[in-house]
């Protein structure tokens, strides 16, 4: 019990849970931590979000809010969110991205039904949550001119790196109005798989910094994951599986799709980079020539064009190469 953090005794004991079994699993990129209190054949997750470095209640707001507009976050059963406690249902252990490892034949069955699961979210009306806006796209995309290009050794032009952004944005925050609830890091590890196949119930965790924006922003997240390799093709199809659930999908919801892919990729990059030089975890790295690659697709297309322009003149072609994104 040493090593479990100041005060989890005495939560577990409030929650009802006392004399339990806990278990701690491993982390995210996060300051949380998790633990699996098990007692005979009950267990539920136990989510460690300390202040100052974390705060458990955006959590809790979109975790009811989910839960009570019929989608499937878990259910809680405790919370102290001023000392960063929360016991929640077990989702159990069938993660999309370690079961698909397991079930590579069950890829195609377990996005669909996963772009179904943003479907229903996109079909209710946007939840009570700050709008996802020009600052907040200009600030992520604003991490790879802090981070990433500072580690490259670059001195590149800032300024104009922004107004790009703003020029690319602008068509995309016309057309979010009045928007959905977009969870923000929707990908195969946060989606639980609760039948333990590809057409089960999909339950969702790490969705504490819902915004309401763009339809497109979820499904890039999930069909250009930087933490799974998912084959063009398949990004393809799920694109079209979404346009036919949703009733389709113009040629501006596909330039919105790329311009939104290129800044979440561009923001990842930093993050990464952050990761690393700031947080002393390098093993993000390994993930970037996945994210650039990615980027450089979304770079092509012709909305893009004031970003690509400023890339092929700020990140030379061989750091480019180097990223495994472009041939040297």
């Known amino acids: 019990?040493?090593?479990?953090?100041?005060?989890l005794a005495a939560f577990v004991e409030s929650a009802g849970w006392g004399g339990a079994d806990i278990a701690p699993l491993p982390g995210d990129a996060s300051f949380r931590r998790y633990f699996r209190l098990s007692?005979?054949?009950?267990?539920?997750?136990?989510?460690?979000?300390?202040p100052p470095h974390e705060d458990p209640a955006p959590f809790l707001h979109v975790a009811?809010?989910?839960?009570?507009?019929?989608?499937?976050?878990?259910?809680?059963?405790?919370?102290?969110?001023?000392?960063?406690?929360?016991?929640?249902?077990?989702?159990?252990?069938?993660?999309?991205?370690?079961?698909?490892?397991?079930?590579?034949?069950?890829?195609?069955?377990?996005?669909?039904?996963?772009?179904?699961?943003?479907?229903?979210?996109?079909?209710?009306?946007?939840g009570p949550f700050a709008p996802y806006d020009m600052a907040v796209y200009a600030r992520e995309a604003a991490l790879l001119t802090e981070w990433y290009c500072p580690a490259q050794g670059l001195c590149v032009d800032v300024e104009g790196y922004a107004r790009a952004w703003e020029a690319v944005m602008a068509p995309v925050l016309a057309r979010q109005t009045p928007g959905v609830t977009v969870l923000?890091?929707?990908?195969?590890?946060?989606?639980?798989?609760?039948?333990?196949?590809?057409?089960?119930?999909?339950?969702?965790?790490?969705?504490?910094?819902?915004?309401?924006?763009?339809?497109?922003?979820?499904?890039?997240?999930?069909?250009?994951?930087?933490?799974?390799?998912v084959d063009v093709h398949l990004e393809t199809a799920m694109l079209l599986h979404y346009a036919q659930a949703i009733g389709g999908a113009d040629d501006d919801f596909l330039a919105d799709y790329a311009t939104l892919g290129a800044q979440r990729n561009a923001k990842i990059v930093?993050?990464?980079?952050?990761?690393?030089?700031?947080?002393?975890?390098?093993?993000?790295?390994a993930m970037i020539p996945r994210v650039w690659a990615a980027l450089e697709r979304d770079l092509a297309h012709p909305a893009l064009a004031p970003v690509a322009d400023w890339f092929d003149a700020n990140i030379p072609a061989d750091i480019r190469a180097r990223n495994g994104?472009?041939?040297?």
């Open 1 to 7: 019990m040493s090593e479990l953090p100041q005060g």
């Open 39 to 50: 007692r005979g054949e009950e267990s539920a997750m136990l989510m460690h979000a300390p």
């Open 64 to 126: 009811h809010w989910l839960n009570d507009n019929g989608m499937r976050a878990p259910a809680i059963h405790a919370a102290e969110p001023q000392a960063g406690w929360v016991l929640t249902e077990d989702f159990g252990n069938d993660r999309m991205r370690d079961w698909l490892d397991e079930h590579p034949g069950e890829e195609r069955a377990a996005y669909e039904a996963a772009v179904d699961s943003l479907a229903a979210l996109h079909r209710l009306p946007p």
């Open 184 to 229: 923000r890091d929707y990908h195969a590890e946060n989606i639980m798989l609760l039948g333990g196949k590809a057409g089960a119930p999909q339950g969702l965790i790490d969705f504490q910094d819902a915004l309401v924006g763009h339809p497109a922003y979820d499904l890039v997240s999930l069909l250009q994951d930087a933490r799974r390799d």
């Open 270 to 285: 930093g993050i990464f980079t952050r990761l690393d030089a700031r947080d002393g975890k390098p093993r993000y790295l």
């Open 325 to 328: 994104a472009i041939p040297a």
